[in-house]
Each structure stands twice: as structure tokens, then as C-alpha cells.
């Protein structure tokens, strides 16, 4: 063998010549690595747990009832198709508590922001990366069994018009409650870089408040008046999402007595739930005014 | 590739930078000063991240005012404090931090794996960084600042934490990125005494004034001054004062090294006029059968510069005498903070 070809070559320090793709692809792949981490994909083994067992919890009732509606040739499903969220509140509630914090206390607490923020993206896309990737994690999670219902309905050869009319109503319904809860979520763990904190504080503030809500509309609708129940329910967010569907989306409501509000004060709720979004939002942004650097 | 112009950044209660005009070219530049005075904020500025409160500024021929995007991808920024997440691999962080700078994913991988090499970190980077020593931490950090090949590098404080090794080495790896690498460094740090040796040009900056900018070697080499060390032999049982001796006859004036280090007593030390004075002490040495130990050239430290300096500049006198009292007291806290640090680096060895 030569000598010369045996030798270890030291190729020394390369320059990159390839493509910067900037801010817009940058803002998009923050996007899509905080939308896996929701899930825990490209994280520990660990925290891939909680938030598959939630999508496992979150999807089982609706194989059940599809089951139930295949095996005994039912008219129609146990549950429309926008009650199903509301139903399951709790394990939508418990979802957010973990992955909210998560998405953002992370970077604020290893103090990676600064990082970003040197780089080429702004405070702005940062904020609605993470923004998006959190909505687009709760859609999957209140989405997807609303299609396991859809595809059993259809299996079952429930009436087809019938059950797609309900199924996009119900899209439209978790699409809306999915940006709704991310955005109170996302405020609320952005506030501290702790993550205990912020998985208390996003329970308390989805529990108390449906809590509240629900105990005083029974008392109202104890004392009969109903116009009081629809107007209380602007108070806690999954209210907000159940007024708005029964105003607009032909939701059957979960209030006491099925009081729901009517479309004029459906329009109201439509307004507060519009000006939580936006309120989130502006939220955020401040926070990270701060927090860059 | 920096260029500042009566910057000024006011805060409610302090004023962080006061009218600082800078014009920094490539290379190693060190940005010394206390802590607090001003150098975290003059970075955020070129960065483009806070608007400055009057004055203008440019960093690779881009206003910071108004392009600051395109400045941040093609700087790259080393913080002070910790930014690491402790339940990734340096691989995953690092190639994450590529994609932020706007690599497409092929080349941020590769370039994670090149840098990682350069930077230090074997097999260690599939590792969780929770585990890192912070010698290593610091590397995954100068990895993130150079993983997308920036023209010009931020390192905020990067010798900070580190043990007398850990800081040669860093130093020694600050000085490759332009030498080997090819991009130009701007370094921070409140030890006058370690930047001598790795930067090209040192500002020093207090209460965010400019207090002195000039090159290292103006600093250090304008005399070179050398020490040569000899054995005794039985004819001359004192070399070291034979050396003297025979020096002297030649016209070439000698000093003690004095300071009273271990040996210090047998080492002389002269100015080197010109190449002329090596070929002499060589000579000299050989004529008296001596063997000769070392003879190196010893740089000037820059406090020593800051301290003979007090009587020389001009300008105002009120401004500059303030100026050169503080520029000595400088030297004075840096020389100590090096006797320490050498003290420490001889004991952890």
C-alpha cells in the first residue's frame, strides 16, 4: 500500500456556502419542534407518557360508542359531535396543564430565549409559533376523536348529510376552543418560568371558573331565571365554547336546564371569546418584551 | 466590522453607554471592562435587539437600527448565563439552533457534527448537556454561536466559570475561530490580563466610556524585551552573574528579573534592539562555556502599559488625567485578578 494513501486528513474548518432560509423557515421549524414536543416527540422516552395516554383517554369513548352504534345498529351516535369536548373537559384540561408550561417555561427557565431572539426570527414569531404549535397539539387532541366518531357514524351507515353537517359544526367548535384554551394556557405559564407553578395555575384557572360558573347557574336555575344562566356562562372558557355552539353551531347546551344563550347573546359571547384570543395574544407579546435577553 | 458613533443608552436610572464611538475591524477584539460597565448592553445594541437611545451603530456594514434580521444571521451570540436545556443531547440542541438561523435540515445536521468536532465534543454530544461539566457547556454554547458560520462572533464572558485549563483552553479555542476558522470575535471579559493573549485589539470600556482602544501589539510588543536563563559551570559558578559580566563589556545593559519569583534571580533580562542582540547573547553564552537554559522574548503585560502610561497622553488635561487615574486603577485590580489567577492555575496543576 502507498504510503500516501494511509494518511488521516485533517479536512480542517469548512465554510457553509448553502441557502440561509431565514426568518419565515425558521419561525416554521420552531413551530413544527414545539408541536412534536407537545407530544413529546424528540424528547425523553419519559415525557412521551402523559401526553399520549391523555390522546389514548381523549379517544377511547368515541371507539366505544362507535362500537356500540356498529353493534346495535343504532339511529344515531350516543353524543353529537360538539358535545364530545365539553364531555371530556377534564382530560383536555389535564393535557393543556402539562404540555402548556412545557412549550414555553422551558425556554424561560434554561433561559434559551436568548438564544432565539439573536437569531434571525422576532419576538413576534416566537410568539405565534408557539402560539400555533399549542392550538394545533389541542386540535389534534379534540379533533381526532371526533373523526373516529365520523368514521364509525358512517360505517354504521348513520344518515350521511345528517352526520357530516355535525361533524364540521363540531370541527369548527374544537378549532375554536383549541386557540381559545392554548392562548389562557399559554398566558398563564409564560408568567413564571416555573413549571410546577404553571401546571397549578392552568388547573386552577379552567376548574374554579367552569366550577363557579356551573354552581351558580344550577343556583339560578334553582330560582328559575334562565336569562341569569346564559349570561353567567361568559365566566369560564369551556361555557364561552358551549355558548357560542349552541348560538351557531346547533349544539344542544350543557347548561342547567339547556339554557343556552340565544343568538343575540350568542353574538356577545362570540365577542368575548374573540377578545380572549386576541387578549392572549397581546399577552404574550408583552411578556417577551421582557424576557428577550 | 463594528462601527459605533457617539452611542448613547439611557436608562431611567444609569446611563449604560455615554456617547461611545467605536471602529473595530476584523480579527480578535477584546471588550474588557468591570461588571456593569456597559458591555452586555453594547452587545444587545449590535444585535439590533434595543434600539439605542441616541447615536448610530453598524456591525458588518448593516444598521442596526434598521436591519437587525439580517445582522442576526450572520452573527453569532454567546450569552454569560447558562441557556442550555438540561434534557437534550448537544447534537439535538445545536442542530435545533442551526434551523433557527435559517439551515435547512441536511446542513444542520452536518454543520452540528463539524462544529461539535471543532469545538471539542467527541462522543460525549449524545449525551444529555445535563451531565456536562461546565468546561463542556461552554463548548456546546460556542458550538451554537458558530454552527451557521457567522462572519462575526458575540462571546459574552466565555472564560467565566472556568478552571485555570478549562480557561486556557477556551482561550486557545477563541483564538482558532479566527485563525483556522476565519471569523472575527468579539470577546468580552472583565480580566485585562487574559484577553492580552488572544485578542488582536482590546477596548476597554468604564461606566460606558470609551477608556482605551488599540491593538495588543501597541500594547506589548513596541520593546521586546528578553530573558535568558543560564547554567553554572565550575569555571563560572555563577553563570547568571558571568552572563552579566561579559554583557556588559559588550555595551548591552541588563536588569534583574526581580519580583522576587521562585528563580527569578537567575534569569537576565535585556532589550532587544534588533535581531543583531539574539546572534550576540548566543555568542556571549558559547564564549563562556555555558549551557543555555531558555531565551525567550517576554511580552509586556498590558496593566504595565496602563501603568507607565499615566504621565504620557495629552487632551484635556482634566478629562484625561481622570481618565489615566482610572486606566491605572485598571491595571492595578487587573494585575491582581492575574497574580490569582495564576496563583490558582499553579495549584489546581
Known sequence: MPADSTQIHNIGYRHYEGQRLGRAYAARSLFSQSLRGAYGLGRSAKSKVLPMILFGVMCAPALIMVAVAVATKANDLPVDYTRYAVLLQAVIGLYLAAQAPQTVSRDLRFKTVPLYFSRPIERVDYVRAKFAALASALFILTAFPLIVLYVGALLAKLDFADQTKGFAQGLVSVALLSV???????????????????????????TISYGAVSTVQAIAHEQGSSEAISWLGLFSPITLIDGVQTAFLGATSAFPGEQGPSTGTGLVYVLVVLALIAGSYAGLLRRYRKAGL | ???????????????????????IGPGVTGLVGANGAGKSTLIKILLGLSPATEGRAAVLGLDVATEGGRIRERVGYMPEHDCLPPDVSATEFVVHMARMSGLPPAAARERTADTLRHVGLYEERYRPIGG????MKQRVKLAQALVHDPQLVFLDEPTNGLDPVGRDEMLGLIRRVHTDFGISVLVTSHLLGELERTCDHVVVIDGGKLLRSSSTTDFTQTTATLAVEVTDSDEHPDGTAALREALKDRGVATQDDGGGLPGAGHTVLLEAADEDTYDLVRDVVADLGLGLVRMEQRRHHIAEVFRTDESGSSGKPDESEQLTERAAAWAATAAAAEQTQTGGGRDAR
Open chain 1, 180 to 206: 381559545l384554551f392554548s392562548g389562557i394556557a399559554l398566558v398563564i405559564s409564560a408568567v413564571t418560568p416555573r413549571r410546577g407553578f404553571g401546571i397549578a395555575a392552568v388547573i386552577a384557572v379552567l
Open chain 2, 132 to 135: 456536562y461539566s461546565t468546561g
Open chain 2, 1 to 23: 466590522m463594528i462601527a459605533t458613533e457617539s452611542l448613547s443608552m439611557r436608562f431611567p436610572r444609569v446611563t449604560a453607554l455615554d456617547r461611545l464611538s467605536l471602529d
